[in-house]
């Protein structure tokens, strides 16, 4: 008897210490995830695991590109589809009266592909003519400025503006070998990232910051209110710029995250601005960040555990509708919430 | 680093938890070893002796109350709704009016979001019996760990029961219940987690139990 209350006290101190050296510590307690499981409004309308590249709005209606495109009312909770062409229908912009789109011809990335401007009012689909296109990596507005990053037929990579019908002057002599994978117009230049530099565009032609270090480059934006440009690095970082043409660089981080108990270098992407001096930026798998750059300048990540697949997704790009703040994912569908005076909203909706 | 700090922050729920289980599992040993003393027979019910055994099987729910965030006093919805929790237990008979054990719970309750948060806590009991009649009064307290997981994240607790359970002798071996217990579950941040996220757990914790005695 002694012999079997000895073996099962053995057993009782290995199990509770294997289950106790298991567990998975967050960067907030267990309670703290419980109270922050706010509701989700989940009617499942996109997927809870759909791709949502990017998206936009046209007077009152959203558009997001999940593969064709969905579209509701601002009003509504209810998404339709509408199909340009055949094909994957992936990147998103306007210019206030017309939808343009990227969409690749094929499954994979050797795929031809186009840009398609549909127009709401008349439901006409054109296909935009750029010359030399093999397919569209992104497309993008600032403001009524429409600009296309794109693959060539010679694989090389450019900028195309849609308003000016013409390639950014001088960027075809670079003969850029990697993709154009953000870009942002401050109102007198283009700034973009390609492989590991940045570079400005104008009408003098393009050139790249040598004041730059060799680095993973993949987001960029403009702040508007401090007239300084930021980028975001896949191994962690974030460059501000002194002033508006990037004379000088300040670097932050590398910010890091745990991940299976291991520190890793947030893999950083697309900004968006939310308010003045408040900037949000995406990661591929640890949710979003923040930025103050009115304050410390840190970047922290959102602590909102609770929605798990939002916290530690793949946050491919953003859209900020006036106070609602919507988080196009990569995998874990599209999410949105509102954001005001420094606090986000008790209700997180997935789509 | 941080596992570190986990396993430093888990030491003492564990310690004390594992010390507390040793000593109750020892006490029945030490009974074997002392002669049994006669008890004086009640009337109108069985009357237990040092060494009597019996399983204790219980199902209800429990209920989440509130979490006190002890950085500030402030008092927290839990954000959960009740869910339903089972328990077994093996009991030893030290006299007529004590009894200890050790008691596993599994139970969990819901999120808004229905994430489920899931409980198993593993305690050491004492028992103070009153009997009245053919009922008895159990007045129990119990210690131990309380292993959790919400979402992907899992984590262990110190856990604190006092319960109140009342008792009907249906025949010699078999006794039918009610208990009312209240979980008390201080939950310490861990290094890495903001120091005002320490809260104290509160459920209520009610089941219908069945006593077999062999």
């Known amino acids: ?351 | 680093m941080k596992e570190k700090y986990v396993i430093a922050a888990l030491k003492k729920p564990i310690v004390i938890g594992i010390a507390a289980l040793l000593f109750f599992q020892m006490l029945p040993a030490m009974a074997e070893d002392a002669k049994p003393q006669p008890s004086k027979p009640r009337a109108g019910g069985v009357t237990h002796i040092l060494g009597d055994q019996a399983f204790i099987f219980s199902l209800g729910a429990a209920i989440p109350l509130f979490f006190l965030r002890t950085s500030d006093g402030v008092v927290e919805p839990t954000n959960l709704y009740p869910g339903p929790r089972v328990s077994i237990e093996y009991m030893n008979y030290l006299s007529q009016s004590f009894a200890v054990g050790v008691e596993v719970i599994g139970g969990f309750m819901f999120s808004p979001n229905l994430n489920i948060y899931f409980t198993l806590p593993i305690i050491a009991k004492i028992s103070y019996i009153i009997y009245i009649d053919t009922f008895q009064l159990f007045l129990n307290m119990g210690l131990g760990i309380e292993l959790e997981k919400f979402l992907e994240y899992s984590h262990v607790d110190f856990f604190v029961r006092p319960q109140a359970a009342f008792y009907l002798n249906l025949d010699p071996s078999i006794d039918l219940g009610l208990s009312v217990g209240y979980w008390l579950v201080p939950q310490f941040n861990t290094a890495g987690q903001p120091a005002d996220q320490t809260r104290l757990g509160n459920f209520l914790d009610v089941s219908v139990s069945l006593i077999y005695h062999f």
């Open chain 1, 1 to 351: 008897m002694k012999l079997i209350r000895n073996i099962l006290a053995v057993c009782s101190i290995t199990l509770f210490a294997a289950l106790a050296l298991s567990c998975n510590e967050g960067t907030n307690t267990l309670f703290d995830n419980i109270i922050n499981d706010t509701p989700i409004r989940n009617n499942n309308q996109l997927g809870n695991t759909a791709n949502v590249p990017a998206m936009t709005k046209i007077g009152t209606t959203y558009y997001a590109a999940v593969g064709k495109i969905r579209f509701r009312a601002d009003s509504a909770t209810i998404w339709d589809s509408l199909t340009l062409a055949t094909g994957i229908h992936y990147t998103l912009a306007t210019d206030g009266a017309n939808l343009y789109c990227g969409v690749f011809d094929g499954p994979d990335g050797s795929a031809t592909g186009h840009l398609y401007q549909y127009n709401p009012g008349t439901a006409e689909t054109t296909v935009v003519n750029i010359a030399g296109l093999k397919s569209i990596v992104k497309v993008k507005n600032f403001g009524s400025n429409v600009y296309a990053s794109y693959k060539k037929t010679d694989n090389t990579y450019s900028l195309w503006s849609i308003t000016t019908g013409l390639e950014l002057p001088g960027l075809g002599a670079l003969n850029l070998t990697a993709p154009i994978v953000d870009f942002v117009f401050d109102g007198v230049n283009v700034l973009f990232v390609c492989g590991t530099s940045v570079y400005m565009g104008s009408t003098m032609g393009s050139t790249a910051f040598d004041n730059l270090p060799s680095n993973p480059y993949a987001g960029i934006t403009y702040d508007t209110t401090l007239n300084r440009i930021m980028v975001s690095t896949l191994n962690g970082l974030i460059f501000q710029s002194d002033d508006a043409v990037g004379s000088n660089w300040t670097s932050y981080g590398p910010y890091t995250y745990m991940r299976n108990s291991t520190s890793t270098n947030a893999p950083f992407g697309e900004f968006i601005m939310v308010s003045a001096n408040y900037f949000l930026v995406g990661t591929s798998g640890a949710g979003f960040w923040y930025i103050d750059t009115s304050s410390t300048w840190a970047a922290d990540r959102w602590n909102g555990t609770a929605q798990a697949e939002l916290y530690n997704g793949a946050i491919n790009s953003f859209y900020v509708d006036a106070t609602r703040v919507f988080f196009c994912t990569i995998g874990a569908g599209l999410w949105d919430n509102t954001y005001a005076a420094g606090a986000w909203g008790g209700t997180w909706t997935r789509e």
